[in-house]
């Protein structure tokens, strides 16, 4: 048995979120060919069976993901002539497919599925089952288990305002408890990124305070562009630029007596610019 992981695209909502973005690279190790605009194939794991699971990977409630989780959906049963069965999350059992199947086909029922899909009402395989004749739809959830398990999100959902109330009241006992919790060179550092955050500190400033407190501490963790941001502050306070502008005069000079009128155009704009 063969697993083909795909992925439907996200392209407006949440600007191509990192795992449904279209620019990743297509595997091309399986048969199975996905509309452009709709999904991608990421991975696959080739079995010794002739029979393929597909994992879509999925976004609740999102119109642009749910649209191509129905489009992927048609073209995968389009390439399987012989049927195929669709697992969903979120439902146990064999599910009606046909609930829809009284509203005429044509452009009103069309906009009714995408106003339900926009509003998260109906998911990409309910639109998708409705376009078909007949769909084998199976919900792969424990229902116990699954009931269990939404039961204590709700109650999670109850207890919100409280857990935020008590983790804001935690977060300012832990702040006005800073100088009594912190020791001398957390304090020092806590005040130095209040000055940078309130902008009487420099960035250049900080980056460096944050790179003496690295060596004090002898902290192991790299800091290549820190280091960067660094070694250039302290070019720029030793670049002396009446030498470069006296270097940069002479060796325009010596230049231009062997240069023709366009070359020595452009040093003339070149020598504008370092004045300017």
């Not at 990124?193 to 305070?209: A, K, N, P, T």
């Not at 562009?225 to 002479?250: G, R």
Request: charged fraction near 20%.
């Amino acid at each position: 048995m063969s697993f083909i992981l795909c992925v439907a695209f996200l392209t407006v909502t949440m600007h191509n979120f990192a795992y449904a973005n279209e620019n990743l690279p297509t595997l091309r190790s399986t048969n199975l060919i996905l509309p452009d605009l709709a999904g991608n194939i990421v991975e696959v794991f080739q079995g010794q069976s002739s029979k393929n699971i597909y994992l879509i990977n999925d976004l609740h409630c999102d119109y642009t993901v749910q649209s191509n989780i129905a489009e992927s959906l048609g073209a995968i049963t389009d390439q399987h002539p012989q049927g195929l069965v669709i697992g969903v999350e979120g439902n146990s059992g064999w599910l009606d497919t046909q609930r829809f199947s009284s509203i005429p086909k044509g452009n009103l029922k069309n906009k009714i599925m995408d106003k339900l899909l926009s509003q998260g009402i109906i998911t990409g395989w309910e639109k998708y089952a409705d376009s078909q004749e007949e769909a084998l739809v199976y919900g792969v959830e424990n229902n116990n288990l699954y009931q269990a398990n939404f039961k204590q999100l709700y109650q999670n959902i109850n207890y919100y305002d409280f857990m935020l109330e008590l983790a804001t009241k935690v977060k300012k006992i832990m702040q006005s408890g800073s100088e009594v919790l912190y020791p001398d060179h957390l304090r020092y550092l806590e005040t130095q990124r209040l000055l940078y955050e309130s902008g009487v500190l420099s960035f250049e400033d900080w980056v460096s305070i944050l790179l003496k407190a690295k060596d004090q501490e002898k902290l192991k963790f790299h800091t290549p562009n820190l280091e960067l941001i660094q070694k250039m502050t302290h070019l720029k306070q030793n670049l002396n630029f009446e030498l470069v502008y006296l270097e940069v005069h002479d060796f325009i000079k010596s230049l231009l007596p062997h240069l023709q009128k366009a070359e020595k155009d452009s040093l003339k704009k070149l020598k504008a610019q370092v004045i300017a």
